[in-house]
């Protein structure tokens, strides 16, 4: 992800929420990569995953925030 490469990033974060699907990080990551990309839907859906596998999350009310940011930015995109 750090070069760019958003499209390998995700199918890697993908492919690692399958293998493990109750670790929250590679949620996170997902998102992160989906919003470089600029597909803010799907981030969305990635970061509320997240918190949903990490109900004790320490970051979880900045989380919420950006998730509330990116579904206003979405909203004014379509």
């Known amino acids: 992800m750090k070069q760019g490469k958003y499209d390998a990033a995700i199918e890697r974060f993908k492919d690692a929420t399958q293998l493990q699907p109750k670790l929250a990080e590679p949620y996170m990551l997902l998102g992160n990569a989906y919003e470089k990309k600029g597909e803010l839907g799907d981030a969305i859906v990635a970061y509320k995953k997240y918190l949903d596998v990490y109900r004790k999350a320490p ?20």
């Open 59 to 78: 970051d979880r009310e900045k989380v919420q925030k950006h998730i509330q940011k990116l579904e206003a930015d979405l909203a004014r995109e379509q």
